[in-house]
Nanobody
Framework: QVHLVDSGGGLVQAGGSLRLSCAVS????????MGWFRQAPGKEREFVAT????????YYADYVEGRFTISSDNAKNTVYLQMNSLKPEDTAVYYC????????????????WGQGTQVTVSS
């Protein structure tokens, strides 16, 4: 079983940056994929990015447009989401997730989720 704890959210002005962290504990495997999703009020959970546990494969949503970068530090069992040039429409609760498929945008492919961290971008 994998346990995830998200952190790093906050309030930032448009154009600013935040780095989210996901601390991973429990039984991990090299074939795991780690992902970030987000959910705004009244909307469905939306794919942001994924990375293989080994860090050699990444996959991004088109709207990220090079603004976000997903990375991992296996020595710290932590996955990061660096978010730059933030926009008000990026406001959402961001969730870390663990699964076994890297190139996917489906929440159903992930079996473990963090509690979420709120990101609010003011205009």
């Amino acid at each position: 079983q994998v346990h995830l704890v998200d952190s790093g959210g906050g309030l930032v002005q448009a154009g600013g940056s935040l780095r989210l962290s996901c601390a991973v504990s429990g039984r991990t495997r090299r074939n795991y994929a780690m992902g970030w999703f987000r959910q705004a009020p009244g909307k469905e959970r939306e794919f942001v990015a994924t990375i293989s546990w080994t860090g050699d494969t990444t996959y991004y949503a088109d709207y990220v447009e090079g603004r976000f970068t997903i990375s991992s530090d296996n020595a710290k069992n932590t996955v990061y989401l660096q978010m730059n040039s933030l926009k008000p429409e990026d406001t959402a609760v961001y969730y870390c997730a663990a699964g076994e498929v890297v190139v996917t945008d489906r929440p159903a492919d992930f079996f473990s989720w963090g509690q979420g961290t709120q990101v609010t971008v003011s205009s």
